[in-house]
């Protein structure tokens, strides 16, 4: 057998996963198929009295299922298939009756789990990899080998409904505070203690639930109490576009109500029915297209960044420590005065202390972390540095005294990163003696959260300088899109004309809090207006001074300069409590009465389609516009770029598979429609007229 | 000494803050982990990592029982880098600094941190000697009978919280009582302890005034405030012989002559600072300030000598080095109690002392007061215990090129009736 090697320890039979060729372990097609053997062996040989299931890899138990081979399955037939396949086995698996225990060290995730689920007894380790999890709703699917019948049985309705529905990790305590794992140990002691409990012939028991939900899930009223509960809430989060909460949440009611047997079979059911949905399709693409991103793809050799330095300790630049520090690097901050430094500090360890009060890592450790940030107000202390990042404030002026006076002070070979958000990073090193170092970093806030990097290279920028910065991306734990400079490069740019086009609405007099809402229902997570609240408008004010406007203005667009008012009347956002919202200390936001002074209080245009559909034309046409320059490099990366950095439906897939799933022509007939209605701003960019032509489709089908 | 030089290339303390004031949510521990980043900072020790750590400390937490390990890991120092924690009383961080020396001059180190610590805010309060014989009985027991066993004579007084007090072991003597004693002895008196007290915190503030502490001193801010701190709270400008004089004895009542106002302060702090060989420095690109030259500790009757510590140890070390006060332009003394400073003097300009304690035929002299802590001292800055040994030699060696001096003598007394001087010589 490729996959287990079993090594017999008197009556117990250890059985060692070893996936050939590859780091983790995955489930597959082909390693059902040798497990199937294995049982039969197990079943069979009478010198076996147990089993311990455990991996020889350094950091998996079972990592999963293996995510590309879900891609090749053509039909749903074969994905319900698969699922009954690893669902009878699994049985078999749980019938056995030899105690079988799971010796869990490193990631069991997914389908991992889930086998981890069908063992009678389960030991973790308390290894820094070890974490558990059920994630398949990530990628719009249900754990479809036993976990969603299986986890509920075991942790209880409630918190089974949390892993289930969130698809979250969970680390070794709370999941043996949960009850998911029965025994935890150090690593080096796991084959040993599951080796005895094998022996000890152990078996989990269920989690002791508290009574309010020992109470509550006992009858089939209660727990359709609870199911139809978390159904409202799943609607109103996901608006109704991700198929598999619900489908969860169905399973669930079946597996409970019907019986295990009846369980597994609506999963192998709903799992089908979930490979087929657009919505699966387009997550898993998102995560492939993700994960290709996470390998550096330059092979020119470079200096890694050991010792980074960061101008600016505010919620940028702390937030830039924070992923940086987490990942073995040494920060130098940097900033004018000690004042702002202590605020900065202060930040670094509170968000860390979210982690030390999770006991995610403990106080000694978040000291240890902190000791790589070394603050200071001294240009001179990043003389040690490989690169710098600045965040200082967005002005050209500043950031090329900026870049004058660290290249000053640091040694030849470092280079040098602006975060700006829109200015055109070739402006910012015009002021560089050497402009081969410069490159822009695009981060979004709050750093630590948003999993997007935007890389910008100039005609200039040096391939290792650009390898580099992919790396510290990487490393940081985002995922580096590069773009070529241009005003607002790719996301503030399309971002720009959607929020330009927010204002137009606005200006018609369509509502705030209703122009929110129906982008919400569209799929983002923000409506565009609170977003510019979000952002600042002040920031958005400063954008649109810059370059970006001669950009827009150059094809004719006039910007409107609501934004620049409202910051001269002290409106800037949800820094200060009022923009077109008001935030009180205390309550919900309502839209701010003062708005009355820049926007008709008569609606002439109260179709809500109407609005999605400019909006979201606005910011597709755009994003075209950028693949169509070359600001982008592939219709992928603004894929990515759209989703990860603004937020743009993931279940669309991003801009440019919307394009494709509604189609070129179709797209583009709307578009010609509203620039009679509105003119330059909706002039189609002619790779969209060529595709439509064509009708071409920027992903393969 | 051995021709193996040891340099003093920079040293770094925190602010010193009155107990229970900024630093009253920290440990030792977390004071410790500051100092020791501040100069990992302050002098790139990343790159150039030490060989050892040593810290003193006087009152230990059990939890960080080898604070200098433990805070030099908080603070990012290499895992393969050995430390360890020494205690000996005020004068533990002088003993860290000379136990580096050795290993420097043995050639068992090139590089050694060494500093001290003291959070008096973290103080370990404990239950009494009876409480705790039960408690550690309370595992052993079986069944109620075996409990009721332990607990038997129990009284309430038992758990009245057990507060260490600054007394003297052997003597059961606070300190501030023996430094009463030791000012009568030497006829000190009032007026001339607050003088000396005044002058302290006047040149304490004229110091930082002038910014010459400024580069010994870390600005940070401490969790979990993030209070920017850059100066000491210990000093105040603002005292006067009035005010001075209006304080009631602490020690002895109603007659004593030690005050709160002409005694150091009960004071938090860390410092730290970096030894190198000669070779070693050199090699980096450091620049020193100072060459340790040579050292001594003695010890004294704490039944009356306590805290003559200088007073002995200086001649000895003057000795050594076949030197004279003359010849040192920099004094540093650790000033515990004022009276105890102007006795140490006094002592040292007496033939008494001289022929009957010294074994010497001649006074050994006259330490001007022009030469002695002329940016303040333990009086004004405070004493964190541990860390004042420290504080001594960064200032001494600072103070050499502020002043354009060639020698430096650092002296302190300790309980225990212990004594430390240390010679460094301006580079």
Known sequence: MAYFEIEQQDEIAVIWLDQPDSKVNTLSARMLGEFESLLDKLEQDDSIHGAVLISRKADTFIAGADIEAFTRMKSSEEARALSEQGNALLLRLQRLNKPVVAAIHGAALGGGLEVALACHYR???????????????????????????????????????????????????????AGLVDELIHPPGLLQAAVAAAREGRRSKPARLPLWQRVLTATPAGRHLLLAQARKTVLKKTGGHYPAPLKILEVLQTGLDEGLEAGLKAEGRAFAELHASDAHRYLVRLFLAMQARKHNPLKVSFQPVEKLGMLGAGFMGTGIAEVSIEKGMQVVLRDLDHARLAAGLKRLWQDLGRKVKRRIISDFRRDELLSRVHPTVEVQDLRHCDMVIEAVFEDLDIKRKVVAELEAALPEKAWIAS???????????AASRRPEQIIGMHY????????????????????EVQA?????????????????????????????????????????????????????AWGFPVGPVALMDEVGIDVGAHIGRGKLTELFAARGIEGRDTLQKMEAQGLLGRKNGKGFYLYPKRGRKRPNPALQRFFP???????????????????????????????????????????????????????????????????????QGFEQRFGARFRPADLLVEMAEKQQRFHPQ | MSNRK?????????????????????????????????????????????DQVIMGTVISNVATSN?????????????????????????????????????????????????????????????????????MALPKAKGPADLLKIFKGFRLSELKPQQPAVAEFSTGLTMGEDADQLAAEFGISREEQDAYAMRSHQLAAQAWAEGRLAEQVLTISPPPHFRVLAEDNTFRADTSMEKLAGLKPVFVKPHGTVTAGNASPLTDGASAVAL?????????????????????????????????????????????????????????????????????????????????????????????????????GSLSLGHPFGATGARLVTTAAHRLHQEDGQFALVAACAAGGLGSAILIERI
């Open chain 1, 468 to 520: 580099a910065a992919i790396d510290v991306g990487i490393r940081q734990g985002k995922t580096p899109v590069v773009v070529r400079d241009g005003p607002g490069f790719y996301t503030t740019r399309i971002l720009a004309a959607y929020m330009n086009e927010a204002l137009e609405l606005l200006a018609e007099g369509v509502p705030v809090d209703a122009l929110d809402r129906a982008m919400k």
């Open chain 2, 67 to 135: 604070v200098a390990r433990d805070a030099m890991l908080g603070a990012g120092f290499a895992v393969s880098t050995p430390a360890y924690t020494v205690t000996q009383a005020c004068i533990s961080s002088n003993r860290a600094i000379t136990n580096a020396c050795d290993q420097i001059m043995t050639g068992h180190a090139e590089t050694v941190v060494a500093g001290g610590v003291e959070v008096m805010s973290d103080t370990p309060i404990g239950f009494s000697k009876a409480f705790r014989k039960r408690l």
């Open chain 1, 123 to 177: 030991i973790a380790s308390t290894g820094d990899k070890t974490v558990l999890g059920l994630p398949e709703i990530k990628l719009g699917l249900l754990p479809g080998g036993g976990g969603t019948t299986r986890l509920p049985r075991q942790i209880g309705l409630v918190k089974a409904l949390d892993l289930l529905l969130t698809g979250k990790n969970i680390y070794p305590r709370p999941a043996r505070r």
């Open chain 1, 419 to 429: 975060n700006t958000s829109s200015l055109p990073i070739a402006d910012i090193a």
């Open chain 1, 601 to 671: 209080e008569a609606n002439s245009n109260p179709d809500q389609s109407d609005w999605q559909w400019r909006l979201a034309a606005v910011m597709v046409n755009e994003a075209i516009y950028c693949l169509q320059e070359g600001i982008l490099q592939s219709a992928e990366d603004g894929d990515v770029a759209a989703i990860l950095g603004l937020g743009f439906p993931p279940f669309r897939g991003g801009p440019f598979a919307w394009v494709d799933h509604i189609g070129a022509a179709m797209l583009l007939q709307r578009i």
């Open chain 2, 276 to 376: 190198m060989s000669a070779g070693q420095a050199q090699r980096k690109g450091y620049r020193p300030l100072a060459r340790i030259v040579d050292y001594v500790y003695t010890g004294q009757n704490p039944r009356g000598e306590l805290l003559l510590g200088p007073a002995y140890a200086i001649p000895r070390l003057l000795a050594r080095q076949k030197l004279t006060l003359s010849d040192i332009d920099v004094f540093e003394l650790h000033e515990a109690f004022a009276g105890q400073v102007l006795a140490n003097l006094a002592a040292l300009q007496s033939r008494k002392f001289a022929q009957e304690r010294l074994g010497l035929d001649q006074p050994v002299g006259e330490i001007p007061l022009e030469k002695l802590n002329t940016g303040g």
């Open chain 1, 444 to 463: 979004f806030s709050p750093v630590p959260k948003m999993p997007l990097l935007e890389i910008i290279i100039t005609e200039q920028t040096a391939p």
């Open chain 2, 6 to 50: 040891v340099v003093l290339v920079d040293g770094v303390r925190t602010p010193f803050c009155r107990i229970s004031s900024e630093y009253a949510d920290l440990r030792s521990y977390d004071l410790a982990r500051l100092a020791l980043k501040g100069l990992k900072e302050k002098l790139a020790l990343d790159e150039n990592p030490p």
